[in-house]
Antibody, heavy 120, light 110 residues
């Protein structure tokens, strides 16, 4: 069955960096666009970034553009999110999600999420 | 990238129908048919309920339906059940090739 497992979250000081990973299994990872979505404590969902199935195109939300980088390794079925210059407002649960509509945003599978806390 | 506009809360009694609206602009909801709806129970990952405005993934009850008119999409839940109580989010593809979510709607089953 489709499985997405995030890792790499934790507590980090403002201005520092963190790299999240999302290990995929149970499907042809290299055939799907992938996304990161986050949810601050008690708040709604916020789209963070997307990457095409082959990594050729990447898109970012305004709040993370220039600080976060999405990437993937199709040989290892893994999605990444490199987060630099972290701010308190980046504190959230970060989910990776599979896009079943190419890049149209139909997230049919989600990971369990990994918590990132930015605090001094 | 302004968030799509959803009502903060809706409620209904078991067996009734409710509709949640999701209003955007011609650059997102009105300009594409890539509108999705998600259900999220407390401390759980979201679940896809509707995609491409009207389509239901396999396994989702036919009590859930989606529609769109102009810049506003809607999710209708008929025959409300206790387990439908959750937060619901809409999302839309945008003309900038990005995605945007709505602020979320808390559904209470009375």
């Amino acid at each position: 069955q489709v499985q997405l497992v995030e890792s790499g979250g934790g507590v980090v000081q403002p201005g520092r960096s963190l790299r999240l990973s999302c290990a995929a299994s149970g499907f042809a990872f290299s055939s799907y666009g992938m996304h990161w979505v986050r949810q601050a404590p008690g708040k709604g969902l916020e789209w963070v970034a997307a990457i095409w199935y082959d990594g050729s195109n990447k898109y970012y939300g305004d709040s993370v553009k220039g600080r976060f980088t999405i990437s993937r390794d199709n040989s290892k079925n893994t999605l990444f999110l490199q987060m630099n210059s972290l701010r308190a407002e980046d504190t959230a649960v970060y989910y990776c999600a599979r896009d079943s509509s190419g890049s149209g945003g139909a997230f049919d599978s989600w990971g369990q999420g990994t918590m990132v806390t930015v605090s001094s | 990238q302004s968030a799509l506009t959803q009502p903060a809360s809706v409620s209904g009694s078991p067996g009734q129908s409710i509709t949640i609206s999701c209003t955007g602009t011609s650059s997102d909801v009105g300009g594409h048919n890539y509108v999705s709806w998600y259900q999220q129970h407390p401390d759980k990952a979201p679940k896809l309920m509707i995609y491409e405005v009207t389509n239901r993934p396999s396994g989702v009850s036919n009590r859930f339906s989606g529609s769109k008119s102009g810049n506003t999409a809607s999710l209708t839940i008929s025959g409300l059940q206790a387990e439908d109580e959750a937060d619901y989010y809409c999302s839309s593809y945008t003309s900038s090739s990005t995605l945007v979510f709505g602020g979320g709607t808390k559904l209470t089953v009375l």
